[in-house]
Every structure is written in structure tokens, then in C-alpha cells.
């Protein structure tokens, strides 16, 4: 089992929609996780970070954790084209290194 | 803000030929951190380093791959000799400290091995 599994996609929502990307992981004891934002050819930019149980809001991103349930999820309102990317979801696990999921990969239709 | 620095930003070199990466992480940042990110996959840690130590570097390829931070702020990640899977790009990442922390990476380099 990975310590962090998301699905790769891709997620298709059409302009203006939620999307909404999933994560799990498999280590109880991992306390801080991160998305992040990879655009093809770029290396991955940091635009949410999670601490506690229950949801974090930055402007049109809202990160949600669920510790009971090792659930990490990001929601994205008003979706854009410009927010077509890849989303990586990392958490600090036991060994207390970073670790990524392989990403999703989100596609907002025009 | 100064971000991430690295170079360089493509290399393409030849099996069992040598190469070097360097990377000049934001400044005040103890924590530096090299990934290893092949296409379609997460970034994987190779190495991270507190201050000129070295925390992890389980992951780490010791019978070719190197790494250093002699003086606890730029680093070089060095390949010898290069495998065709080595192809990926290699990123640097910095924090302020470790665990916990945010990690913010540098634009990375794209290596080629043919």
C-alpha cells in the first residue's frame, strides 16, 4: 500500500465548477499535509498547507482533513482553465520525510 | 523574496558518464531537500540536510549517487556513473526547518541520459 494514494485522473469540470481531488494515506501517526500545484514542464508550486482536523480556506481553495478517516481533499470554487494542473498531495509520514502521491491531473473545460 | 536557485536547467549526458547539480536554497532556510521526480510520478526524496548534516538519505542511490552542503547553505547532488534511469528531473527543495514544515522548490533540472 502507498503512503499516499490519490487517483491520476484526469478530473474534467467545466469552467466555473468545484473540483474537487481526493487523497488518503496510510500512516496514522503523519500530521501535516500539503498540496500542491504542478503545471506541465514546471516543478510543483505550494498552495495549500493542512494541520488540524476540519477545513482551511485561501481564497478559492478550501483544504479539508479528516484524520479518523487519513482523508485529505481539495476543493477548487470557480474553477478556471489556468487551474488545469497536476495536483500533488503530500503529507509527512512515520519517517517523517515528505511524501507525495502521484498526483491528479485537472482539466477545466472552457 | 529570492526563491529556490538550481542549474543547471537541462543536461543531457551519456551512460556511465558523470554529472553535477547545484542548488542555492531561499535564504534562512536550514533544511534542504533533493527529489527525484520521474515523469507521471510524485517527487521521491533522495536527501535532506539540516544545517551541513545529513538527516535522510535512505532513499538515496549511494553506490553512484553523492550529495553535499559543505557549508550548510548551496548544495551539489553529483551522478556517477549515470544509468538510462536516471532520466528525470531533479529537484531542490529548502524549509525553514524540519518536519512540519513548508517545503518550496526550485525550478528544477530536466536530465537526459542516452
Known amino acids: 500500500q502507498k503512503e499516499v494514494e490519490q487517483n491520476s485522473g484526469p478530473l474534467s469540470v467545466p469552467e466555473g465548477a468545484i473540483a474537487s481531488l481526493n487523497c488518503t494515506y496510510s500512516?496514522?501517526?503523519?500530521?501535516?499535509f500539503f498540496w500542491y500545484r504542478q503545471y506541465s514542464g514546471k516543478s510543483p508550486e505550494l498552495i495549500m498547507s493542512?494541520?488540524?482536523?476540519g477545513d482551511k480556506e485561501d481564497g478559492r481553495f478550501t483544504a479539508q482533513l479528516n484524520k479518523a478517516s487519513q482523508y485529505v481533499s481539495l476543493l477548487i470554487r470557480d474553477s478556471q482553465p489556468s487551474d488545469s494542473a497536476t495536483y500533488l498531495c503530500?503529507?509527512?509520514?512515520?519517517?517523517?520525510?515528505?511524501?507525495f502521491g502521484s498526483g491528479t491531473r485537472l482539466q477545466v473545460q472552457p | 523574496e529570492a526563491g529556490v536557485a538550481q542549474s543547471p536547467r537541462y543536461k543531457i549526458i551519456e551512460k556511465r558518464q558523470s554529472v553535477a547539480f547545484w542548488c542555492n536554497p531561499i535564504?534562512?532556510?536550514?533544511?534542504l531537500y533533493w527529489y527525484q521526480q520521474i515523469l507521471g510520478q510524485g517527487p521521491k526524496l533522495l536527501i535532506q540536510?539540516?544545517?551541513?548534516?545529513?538527516?535522510?538519505d535512505s532513499q538515496l542511490p549511494k553506490d553512484r549517487f553523492s550529495a553535499e552542503r559543505l557549508k550548510g547553505v548551496d548544495s551539489t547532488l553529483k551522478i556517477q556513473p549515470a544509468k538510462l534511469e536516471d532520466s528525470a528531473v531533479y529537484l531542490c527543495?529548502?524549509?525553514?526547518?524540519?518536519?512540519?514544515?513548508?517545503?518550496?522548490f526550485g525550478p528544477g533540472t530536466r536530465l537526459t541520459v542516452t
Open positions: 500512516d496514522r501517526g503523519s500530521q501535516s
Open positions: 535564504s534562512g532556510h536550514a533544511t
Open positions: 527543495a529548502s524549509s525553514l526547518g524540519l518536519y512540519s514544515y513548508e517545503q518550496y
Open positions: 503530500a503529507g509527512y509520514t512515520g519517517r517523517r520525510a515528505l511524501t
Open positions: 540536510f539540516q544545517n551541513n548534516g545529513v538527516v535522510d
Open positions: 493542512i494541520y488540524s482536523n
